[in-house]
């Protein structure tokens, strides 16, 4: 079946259909992971944007029930190069293409995604609209523009989860799948706020030794306090941080009180809890290939990112400073406050899909709360 992807800026694509039929629409942005789409599929981070693969083939493994980040798909399209429907794994259950229809997901293939690409680096991540039923440029185009802006949208509190919950399974594994650790093996009691949470976050923390609560975005932060965890950890989410105003005060009261740890979007609002500012990038980072360094160290590691805003650092000159930069970009990728202990990074350390080199920031987050701990 044919398809379009139109931009509203009037760039046009044409391809053919695969998932779901209709039309769909959002912000474009592109993701250079050469594997991993069922995990960028399933991130709530990409809730409200379509995501472009330049890996030029997807599909080839197929679907499988562990390799999921959350319960649903939360990307509102899927555009690549060829899609495989012949998949290879011995996991899978299922094909792109069924898992997509399953889902009410509108996809759209056999189009020039380097060509795609490359506009939107030169013009920036923009709204688009796939559609398998209007073919018309200008309708198509019209109704791109008529999206609203990615700044200035709160979609993380559209995703959270919607009551508090415990949280025990570990890090896969090859023989054993994911285990379940049992509460009394954990030490250390993290309150985890959850604004579009990846479950393998969860499970890095629980094998870091962590006994994990999971709450709402807007859960109060005295009711946090009394649970007396020894740390309090911010998740990764979707959209802009800055409209979520009820949420940065209440992470405000955390300060000085617990060790903080955030990613992501985590990251972002604790840069703004503590004064700064955070600014929309042209076209975001989008992969599992990003080098980063470690101001501290000065190692350079390979990363997993996805994010179209950055905290301004010199914003927060007197309170926090550099602790990790993006080697493409030189933009922000972790920071740590000067006196307190709370540290940030805007990469995925969980690497869901994407390298471990990040790994060990979970236990410096343990460390932390060790040195701190009550």
Known sequence: MKAVLALADGRIFKGKAFGATGETSGEVVFNTAMSGYQEVLTDPSYKGQMVTMTYTQIGNTGINPEDVESGQLYLSGFIVREYLDCYSNYRATMSLDAYLKENGIVGIQGIDTRALTRHLRDKGAQNGIISTIDFDPESLARKARAIPSMSGLDLATGVTCSAPYHWTEGLWDLKSGYPQ??????????????????????????????????????????????????????????????????????????????????????????????????????????????????????????????????????????????????????????????????????????????????????????EMMEKHKA
């Open 181 to 366: 650790v049992d509460r009394k093996d954990l030490k250390y009691k993290v309150v985890a706020y959850d604004f579009g949470i990846k479950l393998n976050i969860l499970r890095c923390l629980v094998s870091a030794g962590c006994d994990v609560t999971v709450v709402p975005a807007t859960f109060p932060a005295e009711s946090a306090l009394a649970m007396n965890p020894d740390g309090i950890f911010l998740s990764n989410g979707p959209g802009d941080p800055e409209p979520m105003k009820e949420v940065i005060e209440n992470i405000k009261k955390f300060v000085g009180k617990k060790p903080i740890f955030g990613i992501c979007l985590g990251h972002q609002l604790m840069g703004l809890a503590l004064g700064g500012r955070t600014i929309k990038l042209k076209f975001g980072n989008h992969g599992s290939n990003l080098p980063v360094m470690d101001m501290a160290t000065r190692k350079v590691e390979i990363t997993a990112q996805n994010h179209g805003f950055s905290v301004d650092i010199l914003s927060l000159s007197n309170v926090a400073g550099l602790a990790h930069e993006n080697l493409n970009d030189q933009t922000v990728e972790g920071m740590a406050h000067k006196t307190l202990p709370i540290f940030s990074v805007q990469h995925h350390p969980e690497a869901s899909p994407g390298p471990h080199d990040s790994h060990y920031l979970f236990d410096r987050f343990v």
